[in-house]
């Protein structure tokens, strides 16, 4: 009997023509319909312990983009990596993981958000797991963030202009963290990524 994984996507909060609402890009979940596993959207509620029970349902966890962190998104970081579920952060999830290994506080940036499909390229650290998936030091990648970490102390993977584009932790079964969007790339390299995350649940 063939068992189909589940990945779980953290809801987060957006606003577009001024109406604020949760949920996720569309483009995550078309690039999870690719692969053969069910999608479980998980909203973030005052009772944590309803969070985790979600959680526990799931073989991996995607910590999406969205306008602003919430309040659980601590001790979501917290119990992911002592539970050592597989965990893939973008953008703003991926900002939270490094900001949780360290408490730096994110800085503003400009000329980072960009509606194009490629924007600037990434260096990615010969010795770190993101190097293992691609098998490439640099890539282009697109970019739609207005603030960055300065520091962290999770092992960073990848930087562009000094500033910090991918961390992970290569301790945990998965635990990596990009600040670009590959769910919004049709590319090799976004494939990749998906692919091993998901292979490895």
Not at 78 to 100: F, H, R, V
Request: proline share 3%.
């Amino acid at each position: 009997m063939i068992t189909i994984k589940r990945v779980g996507i953290i809801l987060r909060k957006f606003t577009e023509n001024n109406k604020e609402f949760i949920g996720s890009r569309f483009d995550l979940f078309k690039t999870l319909k690719k692969y053969d596993v069910s999608v479980l959207a998980i909203p973030q509620t005052n009772s944590f312990s309803k969070i985790k029970e979600l959680i526990d349902l799931c073989d991996g966890i995607i910590l999406p983009g969205g306008d602003s962190p919430l309040s659980q998104d601590f001790y979501l970081i917290k119990y992911l990596y002592e539970k050592d579920i597989p965990t893939l952060g973008i953008c703003l999830g991926m900002q939270s993981m490094a900001k949780y290994f360290g408490k730096h506080k994110e800085l503003s940036i400009e000329g980072h958000y960009s509606f194009q499909d490629y924007v600037h390229e990434v260096n990615i650290k010969k010795d770190s797991l993101l190097y293992k998936i691609i098998q490439k030091e640099t890539i282009l990648v697109n970019s739609r963030h207005h603030s960055y970490i300065p520091k962290t102390n999770l092992k960073v993977n990848a930087t562009y202009n000094n500033i910090i584009e991918g961390v992970e932790d290569p301790t945990k079964k998965f635990f990596l963290g990009l600040e670009w969007h590959p769910e919004s790339l049709n590319d090799i390299n976004s494939k990749k990524i998906f692919a091993y995350f998901l292979n490895i649940l």
